[in-house]
């Protein structure tokens, strides 16, 4: 498959459940063609609505540098269970394909048990010092892309917790004041190999989008969201989450992925048997 047909991109854009569904019906090579020949903000589409599993399959269809681009621009959360239920070998590739910065942060995750906060937090959190001013805080919360919530951990020069500010609590304030005098200090920063059900009943849930993550040393290394918390607690940690081996990954994709015709069909708006249909699915 040498390019995707604009119908195919237009499916993608209006209907990407119905798109997926279509992705079920396909052979895992043919797959693998597919998402190379997609542009990528096209592929973290659809990569972002199927399970860590089936994206897990998929990733071993293409090429490191194709997933990678993927993973780059997937949810961080979404990017580590991808990762951590990928086959050694596969993940190794990949975790060389990613940039630094990412492929380091993953290694981190990945080290910690799937039912902790360490597995669930996000290491692309917004730090600041005490010395900074009110209006500097502002302006590197501007060039942060990642935080929709405006939070930002307040560290010392060992990166230790000293306190918590947002965007909202910002404003009351003068641009010449600094961190250290108006940060809230009450925060209570979570435990990295803290189970994830030890911590639901953190009050701090109910105040701040974000909570602090810290290891033994107590330095910070990331922040679990309302969200990831609430999601995993939802999914129950089981041996699923676990990395499997080729055998039973290669028996997800085969449950996953079945026959190019689905394609066809529901591209070109047919309800033609599928042995009318030819030619490239795209």
């Given at each position: 498959?040498?390019?995707?047909?604009?119908?195919?991109?237009?499916?993608?854009?209006?209907?990407?459940?119905?798109?997926?569904?279509?992705?079920?019906?396909?052979?895992?090579?043919?797959?693998?063609?597919?998402?190379?020949?997609?542009?990528?903000?096209?592929?973290?589409?659809?990569?972002?609505?199927?399970?860590?599993?089936?994206?897990?399959?998929?990733?071993?269809?293409?090429?490191?540098?194709?997933?990678?681009?993927?993973?780059?621009?997937?949810?961080?959360?979404?990017?580590?269970?991808i990762?951590?239920?990928?086959?050694?070998?596969n993940?190794?590739?990949?975790?060389?394909?990613?940039?630094?910065?990412?492929?380091?942060?993953?290694?981190?995750?990945?080290?910690?048990?799937?039912?902790?906060?360490?597995?669930?937090?996000?290491?692309?959190i917004?730090?600041?010092?005490?010395?900074?001013?009110?209006g500097?805080?502002?302006?590197?919360?501007?060039?942060?892309?990642?935080?929709?919530?405006?939070?930002?951990?307040?560290?010392?020069?060992?990166?230790?917790?000293?306190?918590?500010?947002?965007?909202?609590?910002?404003?009351?304030?003068s641009?010449?004041r600094?961190?250290?005098?108006?940060m809230?200090?009450?925060?209570?920063?979570?435990?990295?190999?803290?189970?994830?059900?030890s911590?639901?009943?953190?009050?701090?849930?109910?105040?701040?989008?974000?909570?602090?993550?810290?290891?033994?040393?107590?330095?910070?290394?990331?922040?679990?969201s309302?969200?990831?918390?609430?999601?995993?607690?939802?999914?129950?940690?089981?041996?699923?989450?676990?990395?499997?081996?080729?055998?039973?990954?290669?028996a997800?994709?085969?449950?996953?992925?079945?026959?190019?015709?689905?394609?066809?069909?529901?591209?070109?708006?047919?309800?033609?048997?599928?042995?009318?249909?030819?030619?490239?699915?795209?």
């Amino acid at each position: 498959m040498s390019k995707v047909s604009p119908l195919t991109i237009e499916l993608i854009e209006k209907r990407p459940q119905t798109a997926v569904a279509v992705l079920a019906d396909m052979d895992p090579s043919d797959v693998g063609d597919f998402f190379e020949a997609l542009p990528t903000r096209y592929a973290v589409a659809l990569a972002s609505k199927i399970s860590a599993w089936s994206a897990a399959a998929l990733l071993c269809e293409i090429t490191s540098v194709s997933g990678a681009a993927i993973l780059s621009e997937l949810d961080y959360q979404a990017t580590a269970s991808i990762m951590r239920v990928l086959p050694d070998a596969n993940r190794t590739q990949l975790l060389s394909a990613l940039p630094k910065t990412l492929s380091r942060d993953l290694k981190s995750t990945l080290t910690f048990p799937a039912d902790t906060v360490g597995a669930k937090m996000s290491a692309k959190i917004v730090i600041m010092t005490a010395d900074q001013t009110v209006g500097a805080a502002f302006a590197d919360l501007r060039k942060v892309k990642r935080t929709k919530t405006g939070v930002a951990f307040v560290v010392d020069d060992a990166r230790k917790l000293l306190g918590v500010v947002t965007a909202a609590d910002l404003f009351r304030f003068s641009n010449e004041r600094r961190l250290g005098d108006v940060m809230e200090t009450a925060i209570t920063p979570l435990s990295a190999r803290a189970r994830l059900t030890s911590v639901k009943a953190m009050p701090d849930w109910d105040i701040y989008a974000d909570l602090p993550v810290v290891n033994r040393q107590k330095i910070l290394i990331g922040a679990l969201s309302r969200r990831a918390f609430r999601q995993a607690i939802i999914e129950t940690p089981s041996k699923s989450d676990e990395v499997p081996s080729h055998s039973i990954l290669s028996a997800v994709a085969g449950a996953f992925f079945g026959s190019s015709a689905g394609l066809a069909r529901v591209l070109v708006g047919l309800e033609t048997p599928s042995e009318t249909i030819s030619g490239d699915p795209s």
